[in-house]
């Protein structure tokens, strides 16, 4: 797979994603197809257009035969590999803080002062199940076999696997551009996926970091973001960065073990 048609597909999937989303939210929530009492339930539509995406990008331009016996069998993984990418989503917390805090840093550079508006956990609401059956179950699977699986494979067919594995991942990065300040942590994230995929040749590993770093997102959200706001109260001194430092030397650490480990 050439470079351009990589980028193609990803711009393909956002625009198959957003029109599955316009369609199913016309047919459900402007019409009288489902009872009204349902109609709390408009989450259900992304998680819906989430799997019809992927399931038609899979169905035209890979034709998989994924067997799933083999992702979810226990028997083919091993725990020796759980404590390194746990080290990793930890450490990955602390390094993409300064990425997701660019334009609060920049504020705070020019300004002295800052402004942020953390949106609260308001309870286990019918948005809330979807968003998380959406974000635990569906995205790590559905992304990791799109784009590891898929994507850098068939990337490397025809390029270097550096070249495969920056592609697969920038173009990781493209489809979670809700704001600009979440590309750098999903390339990085993307890069690590990939190296743990090529490393194991076991998608289920990195279906699991996929798990695990969203879960602690996840976890942190229901919280109400009280180690975000730690963060923030230390008004990026020195301690700001150290934990910067830190996230660093985890990520690196847990990556090197996981890489030196034999299978």
Not at 181 to 201: A, D, V, Y
């Amino acid at each position: 797979m050439t470079i351009l048609k990589a980028i193609l597909l990803t711009l393909l999937l956002i625009f198959v994603f957003s029109l599955a989303q316009v369609g199913f939210g016309l047919l459900f929530y402007q019409t009288e197809l489902i009872p009204e009492y349902l109609e709390k339930h408009i989450g259900i539509t992304t998680v819906i257009s989430f799997l019809v995406t992927y399931l038609v990008m899979f169905k035209i331009f890979w034709k998989p035969k994924i067997e799933i016996k083999e992702i979810l069998s226990i028997k083919k993984y091993e725990l020796k590999f759980l404590p390194y990418l746990i080290l990793i989503v930890f450490g990955l917390q602390l390094l993409d803080r300064p990425f997701w805090d660019l334009e609060i840093i920049w504020n705070y550079l020019n300004y002295s002062k800052f402004e942020t508006d953390f949106s609260k956990f308001n309870g286990l609401s019918s948005a809330f199940f979807y968003s998380t059956v959406s974000t635990l179950i569906i995205s790590p699977i559905c992304e990791e076999l799109f784009f590891r699986k898929f994507l850098l494979r068939k990337l490397m067919e025809q390029n270097s696997q550096n070249i495969g594995i920056l592609i697969s991942s920038l173009c990781f990065a493209i489809i979670h551009i809700e704001t600009p300040f979440n590309l750098i942590p999903t390339f990085i994230f993307g890069i690590i996926s990939s190296l743990i995929f090529l490393k194991t040749n076991k998608i289920g590993y990195s279906i699991l970091l996929h798990f695990l770093n969203n879960l602690l997102v996840q976890t942190l959200y229901v919280f109400d973001f009280t180690f975000d706001r730690w963060l923030l109260s230390l008004n990026f001194n020195y301690i700001y960065w150290i934990m910067f430092l830190i996230g660093i030397g985890i990520t690196y650490l847990g990556i090197k073990k996981l890489l030196a480990t034999k299978n």
